[in-house]
């Protein structure tokens, strides 16, 4: 049982070092780190030597340390699971406004159409291709991920964007750590945002909860 414990403490420290590195882009000292955690030096060393051992930390000799490329990788495999639960809400979204719903996460600076769900009634509709990337401040969804790291909680709208006579309507997904995403439709012609807005609030909400 005292194992156990002692197994437990040490992943406990290794994580809370790893999301403290997350949180500075320019890196973390082992001093800082250590006070952080309010362990010695050499407690630090041993954690960062085993998670730069799988890749989650890049430390040189007398640097601070950063984030690994092992880091990408997860994420990469996480936007599957991100996908399957935004499936139902996006499908509910898009047969309910009759627009095109998608999921937008922030990759690499730029936003990234991780999930496209389009309606099955209407005779038209915008096609929008999943991986498709734009600038995050192009069209709806991305300037919802904007304003989500504004703190603001409301949707976004914007005309025109990444395709000539599109409409978009989005709202950041809020709430989850390391995840910047926003939930939203297009459609051709204007969106009442009085109606659409808080419908897709709604969803952005929900996908929120259900992954928490």
Same mark, same amino acid.
């Given at each position: ?121 209407? /005779?038209?509709? &915008? $096609? ?7 600038? =995050?401040? %192009?069209?709806? #969804?991305?300037? !919802? ?20 006579? /599109?409409?978009? &309507? $989005? ?7 390391? =995840?910047? %995403?926003?939930? #939203?439709?297009? !459609? ?25």
């Amino acid at each position: 049982m005292e194992r156990a414990t002692e197994t437990a403490q040490t992943l406990d420290r290794g994580l809370r070092l790893l999301a403290l590195v997350a949180e500075h882009p320019g890196g973390v000292s082992i001093s800082a780190a250590a006070q952080h955690l309010s362990v010695g030096r050499t407690v630090v060393y041993r954690l960062a030597a085993t998670l730069a051992a799988h890749g989650l930390l890049h430390h040189d000799p007398g640097g601070p340390l950063r984030l690994g490329i092992g880091v990408l990788a997860l994420a990469r495999r996480a936007q599957p699971l991100l996908a399957e639960a935004a499936s139902p809400i996006l499908r509910a979204l898009a047969e309910d406004l009759g627009a095109t719903a998608h999921l937008t996460v922030e990759d690499g600076g730029e936003a990234l159409a991780l999930l496209v769900v389009e309606p099955s009634w209407t /005779a038209l509709h &915008v $096609a929008y291709r999943t991986g498709s990337r734009h600038p =995050l401040s %192009a069209a709806a #969804g991305g300037q !919802a991920i904007l304003a989500g790291r504004r703190g603001e909680r409301g949707w976004t709208s914007s005309a025109g964007g990444f395709q000539s006579g /599109a409409y978009g &309507v $989005a709202a950041p997904v809020l709430g989850i750590d390391g =995840l910047e %995403a926003s939930v #939203g439709v297009v !459609a051709l012609g204007t969106l009442d945002d009085t109606t659409t807005g808080p419908r897709v609030l709604a969803a952005a909400t929900a996908l929120s909860t259900s992954i928490r």
